[in-house]
């Protein structure tokens, strides 16, 4: 599973930000280390949650991931 702001495939530990996006620990603190504009709303570590989750869950947010990305890349409308 990887999320568009770091594209790196989703690995315990997970943390949730305050818009429901889900990243690695990792990345989050690498992305504060390096001061980059990924991900902006993320100013702090207490700015996320560390979420429990499983390889099944994991897949779960991909298939659901997915399915927003492409309704809102794609402008699709439902009649």
Excluded: R
């Amino acid at each position: 599973t990887n999320y568009y702001h770091f594209q790196e495939p989703l690995n315990p530990p997970v943390v949730i930000c305050n818009k429901g996006f889900l990243y690695n620990k990792e990345a989050v603190i690498n992305k504060l280390l390096s001061k980059s504009k990924t991900a902006p709303h993320i100013k702090k570590l207490s700015d996320v949650f560390q979420v429990k989750v499983s390889n099944i869950h994991l897949d779960y947010f991909h298939h659901l991931y997915l399915f927003i990305y492409f309704f809102f890349t794609l402008n699709i409308s439902i009649n």
